[in-house]
């Protein structure tokens, strides 16, 4: 018996040693299944097991190892564009089209240009001044030429003036003086006479003439000595207010006629034909309305029209190149150099516009009538109820 359990014990032991009876081929251990022999199917170890990379919002669980997948994907979670940034997921950034363009509410008194989706601002609040300029009042003659300058006559003795230029606040900026005193049986006239970038003084007798053209950082950039004729004696000179190119003619007030033209720019003296060339060269044509419907005054490039009052002088406003209406109001101004408008519906309270017709300031000023005072400046003039001037000032 123990001789038997013996045998039994090595011929165990020898099918062991010898396993299958051949060698195995291993296939490697997958997620799913371990290590295994392609001839016999002998397993060896553990399964590995998926190596799962968490769902993303394109794409549902994913083995690395073996790409096999589970459930869904999560779906983007889209936060909607704004102005500064596009349509953007918020779990994984992807983002879709564009940002939104800026849609800016125009300023006003209170408050800078403002973005109505993202709260941005851009600029300032648009700047408006009312002033009297009462510190003219004084004088014999005045003028207010710009924003930033006025000129005031005063005569001292009889014949003996005194010019004092201004800022609106009523800060003396230069003092000008011209004595025209009678010489024995000689008489002496003057005139002082402003454009919108130089300003002219003038005096002589029946005789003879001085003419000086002045800038206004009050230079002296030409002095014409001239036969009167008749000026000083009824007729006086004048300057030409367009500005074309700098150049400019001085006439004579009553007869029209040119006593000499000049650039503003160079401060030479040139012909009328250079000055009429230059005229003609600079020269804006308006459209040709029917004259039963507008009459035409300028260009409004803030509105891409023109400034136009109607045949009856009832209404004013603003139309296109083919008459058709941009708005029209019971009295309206032309726009300033930054590019705001005083209208009026009632006549009486006027409300500051920008070029779109936005109301930037409702009823900030009363009066019977307004125009911009200058050429492309930002100065209005306002004729109050008592008759008084006002000078609204916007920026």
Not at 18 to 27: A, D, K, Q, V
Not at 40 to 49: D, M, N, Q
Not at 288 to 313: H, L, Q, S, W
Not at 342 to 355: A, F, M, N, Q, R
């Amino acid at each position: 018996m123990k001789k038997k359990t013996i045998i039994l014990l090595t011929i165990l032991a020898t099918v062991l040693l010898i396993g299958c009876g051949h060698e195995h081929e291993w296939e490697e251990a997958t997620c799913d299944k371990p290590k295994t022999c392609k001839t016999c199917g002998e397993t060896e170890g553990e399964a590995l097991g998926h190596d799962i990379i968490e769902a993303t919002c394109e794409e549902p669980m994913t083995c690395r190892r073996c790409g096999k997948k589970k459930g869904q994907a999560l779906g983007h979670d889209w936060e909607e564009a704004t102005c500064e940034a596009p349509k953007t997921c918020k779990r994984c950034g992807k983002t879709e089209g564009e940002p939104l363009e800026h849609d800016f509410a125009p300023a006003t008194l209170d408050e800078p240009k403002t973005c109505r989706y993202c709260g941005l601002t851009e600029g300032e609040p648009v700047s408006l001044e009312i002033k009297r300029a009462d510190f003219l009042k004084g004088a014999g003659w005045s003028w207010v030429i710009n924003e930033n300058l006025c000129v005031a006559e005063y005569e001292n003795p009889k014949n003996y003036w005194t010019y004092n230029f201004f800022d609106l606040d009523g800060h003396l900026l230069h003092e000008q003086e011209l004595d025209c005193r009678v010489s024995k049986s000689t008489y002496k006239g003057h005139k002082i006479t402003v454009a919108d970038d130089c300003y002219l003084m003038a005096w002589g007798d029946t005789k003879n003439s001085t003419i000086c053209i002045y800038d206004y950082d009050f230079h002296l950039i030409l002095q014409k000595e001239v036969k009167s004729g008749k000026l000083f004696s009824g007729q006086f000179p004048d300057i030409e207010d367009g500005n074309a190119d700098g150049c400019k003619m001085v006439f004579n007030d009553t007869t029209r006629e040119a006593i000499f033209c000049f650039n503003v720019n160079t401060g030479r003296e040139i012909s009328e034909d250079e000055y009429w060339n230059a005229v003609d060269a600079n020269m804006e044509m308006t459209p040709d309305y029917p004259a039963d419907k507008y009459i035409c005054y300028n260009r409004e490039d803030a509105v891409d029209g023109y400034f136009v009052g109607t045949a009856d002088e009832s209404a004013w406003g603003y139309v296109d190149e083919n008459g058709n209406e941009i708005a029209m109001y019971k009295d309206a101004t032309a726009y300033s150099a930054s590019g705001y408008a005083l209208v009026t519906k009632d006549g009486h309270s006027y409300d500051l516009i920008d070029c779109e017709q936005n109301v930037v300031g409702a009823g900030v000023v009363t009066g019977k009538s307004a125009f911009l005072a200058g050429d492309g400046g930002n100065l209005f003039k306002v004729l109050a109820d008592d008759s008084s001037t006002l000078y609204v000032i916007v920026r």
